[in-house]
């Protein structure tokens, strides 16, 4: 929560698609969500840090 931010010992990550419109081809679609793979790689670099 917001009154526990300064306890933290690493910025907040965020993993999202990007801001643009979506391709309504599902190959591009499906690279342009991201995936389970994209999230695992978001949670292991940030408890790298």
């Known amino acids: 929560t ?3 931010f300064f306890d ?3 910025p907040p990550v965020r993993v999202g698609a990007p801001h643009h419109p979506l391709p309504m081809a599902k190959p591009l679609r499906d690279a342009f ?3 389970v793979n994209d ?3 978001a949670i292991r670099q940030a408890m790298a840090t």
């Open 33 to 35: 969500v991201p995936d």
């Open 39 to 41: 999230l695992l790689r």
């Open 2 to 4: 917001e009154a526990c």
């Open 8 to 10: 933290l010992e690493a």
